[in-house]
């Protein structure tokens, strides 16, 4: 079926509130492997047919078309008409995931689930996230068992089991509603238990934590680093000296297809994944910058300082908010100026999968995609490629 439509309405359930890379990537060859042996193997989409939810955020879209070209039939659920639900084999129902009906329809006929729809903010009130993000995950999974769905990939974050302390080498750590930071996170770490709680008779659950995803076209992140800095709006925090590992899309979605097809290991547990390149905050923006033709900025500012800007700028927010994100918040804050970088032997042995598009390729790509889509206020686009640390 191709563009399929289905309307729905909306619904409000609330819920009380919580207090160095491959070029190509790993081998998939398993056979004569001691796991294969023993009765695992990778799954195809030849025959099945995959729900995706939030495939309207770049990340989403990237998974939906990696699904559909490895011959799985995609049904998307999301709120608006997406371009993509326009192709061969891709599907679309419209609606809310904390909508029973609307997720109903979606899941008719679905054998797996690739759960990212998310509240996704600095700033908001704790029942928009809880709406979204922990009552729309439960009501994912309630319906999927419901529907006989096999298998789900819940697509979570590090923050989950972020407390404010730098993380060094790390793999990832349980999921921390109470103490991680801010309410997405909050909401992310609930969501999560939820998700991995389901796993067993007969649904499998993996988590999969991108961290720090990017690339061109990205209007979360990118986007509003290149504007603040072009403006002279964004500071470096403690020199931009932390040191942190971030995602780039392509190696983000493939991952995450990875864990469906590897649902026979990787169910049960949460994954991290990263590039594996950690840089620091100073040499990751330079890098965007450089890439979208702007200076980088030379403003600096003592993280404390800022984390105690950021709490007093939230609760001003929470009163008064303004039409974009808050410039600071004590969680980004402390993103900016804390080490956080991860172990990722655990999530490439469990995947067979490690990342095909390096840091420095992926800011090519991103010079690339600023040269053919400049900055409306950009005299030119950007000169040439660029790549984070200059190297």
């Keep these: 079926m191709n563009g399929k439509h289905r309307q729905d309405g909306a619904h409000d ?37 995959v729900l995706v939810t939030g495939a309207s955020g770049m990340l989403g879209e990237h998974v939906a078309r990696l699904l559909a070209a490895r ?24 609606g809310s995931v904390s909508d029973p009906d609307a997720v109903a329809r979606a899941m008719d006929g679905v054998d797996d689930v690739v759960h990212l729809a998310a509240k996704v903010s600095f700033a908001g009130a704790w029942d928009e996230f809880v709406l979204t993000n922990v009552t729309g995950t439960r009501v994912v999974l309630e319906t999927a068992k419901r529907a006989g769905v096999q298998n789900v990939v819940f697509v979570s974050s590090p923050s989950v089991a972020h407390t404010g302390e730098s993380i060094v080498g790390e793999s990832a750590q349980p999921a921390d509603p109470v103490h991680a ?40 992140l990118v986007e509003r680093i290149v504007d603040r800095a072009a403006t002279g709006r964004l500071p470096l925090l403690d020199h931009g000296a932390a040191l942190i590992d971030t995602t780039y899309v392509d190696n983000a979605a493939e991952a995450i297809v990875r864990a469906l097809e590897r649902i026979d290991w990787s169910h049960g547990r949460a994954l991290v994944v ?16 450089r890439a979208a033709g702007v200076d980088a900025p ?11 800007a950021g709490t007093v700028i939230e609760k001003v927010w929470a009163l008064r908010p303004g039409a974009d994100e808050p410039p600071m918040t004590a969680f980004l804050a402390e993103q ?4 956080h970088w991860f172990e990722q032997r655990t999530t490439r042995e469990v995947l067979d999968w490690a990342p095909a598009v390096t840091v420095e390729e992926g800011m090519e790509r991103l010079a ?18 660029a790549s984070a640390g200059g190297s």
Excluded at 71 to 94: C, I, N, Y
Aim: proline share 9%.
């Design 298 to 308: 030379t403003r600096r500012v003592p993280g404390a300082l800022a984390r105690l």
């Design 274 to 289: 990263t590039n594996g390149q950690p840089r620091t905050v100073g040499e990751l923006v330079a890098g965007f910058c």
């Design 181 to 220: 930071r801010g309410n997405y996170a909050r909401s992310k770490a609930a969501a999560e238990l939820l998700a991995l709680e389901a796993d067993g008779r007969g649904l499998r659950v993996a988590a999969v934590r991108p961290h720090i995803v990017w690339g061109p076209g990205d209007t979360q």
């Design 13 to 49: 359930d609330k819920v009380p509130a919580p207090d160095a890379p491959s070029s190509q990537g790993a081998p998939r060859d398993n056979s004569g492997s001691h796991e294969a042996e023993h009765g695992r193997q990778e799954l195809s989409g030849a025959g099945r047919t």
């Design 368 to 385: 690339g995609h600023y040269r053919t889509h400049p900055r409306e206020d950009a005299a030119t686009p950007a000169a040439g490629p």
């Design 336 to 339: 900016m100026s804390t080490a």
């Design 71 to 94: 011959d799985w039939t995609v049904r998307l659920l999301q709120r608006r008409h997406a371009p993509l639900a326009d192709q061969p084999h891709v599907e679309e129902v419209l």
